[in-house]
């Protein structure tokens, strides 16, 4: 095909699909752009919702009973990443993602709290899962602070011929967050993943 006609082709295809086809991948980069950039009303959003963990919590009613606050604190990183699934995506992975992965998220979580000593008392996790595009599950964190101390997140990998898997895995403020820290994969189907708490 001589290439003035496939220039022409081209600019028809663009302009017949014009706005029906959005490549996935763009709207996990604007998503990662948009957690770099946060806005003022972000950031005192995110302390804010930091802020509603204190040490009038059920969690610390019980501080002395180590084994009662990481219970309390796994069941709420559950219950976290079941709101960021959302139901549709809940009733499909929900028991995969129960005999899986959050057994590992609560080792994790275990380990953070023997580490931290005495500290874990002072220890909570954020309310607010990230929407749409954004990986933020929950972020365990120091309140006395606001300091993060890890960081739970959910990846879309769409692997060609394979399809859409959910790949979690944590982040830990010792190396600067910059580590991806392998937890496990959820295989969702090779058509697109609705967006997280739709």
Known sequence: MKLWMRKILVALITVATLGMYTPVALLEVDADNSKDSLSEADLQNREATKAEVTVDTPISQNVNNKAYFIDTICEKAKTQTLMKF?????????????????????????????????????????????????????????????????????????????????????????????????????????????????
Do not use: C
């Open 86 to 198: 959302g139901p549709r995506i809940a009733d499909r992975v929900e028991d995969e993602f129960a005999e899986t992965i959050l057994p590992t998220i609560e080792n994790v979580i275990e380990t953070l709290v023997d580490q931290a000593g005495d500290e874990y008392i002072y220890y909570g996790i954020t309310e607010q899962p990230a929407k749409g595009y954004g990986e933020r599950i929950f972020h365990v964190y120091d309140y006395r602070t606001q300091d993060d101390i890890a960081r739970f997140h959910v990846r879309r990998d769409n692997r060609p011929l394979e399809g859409y898997y959910f790949n979690f895995h944590y982040h830990l403020s010792n190396d600067g967050f910059k580590e991806h820290h392998q937890i496990g994969e959820i295989f969702w189907a090779k058509n697109t993943p609705p967006k997280w708490m739709a």
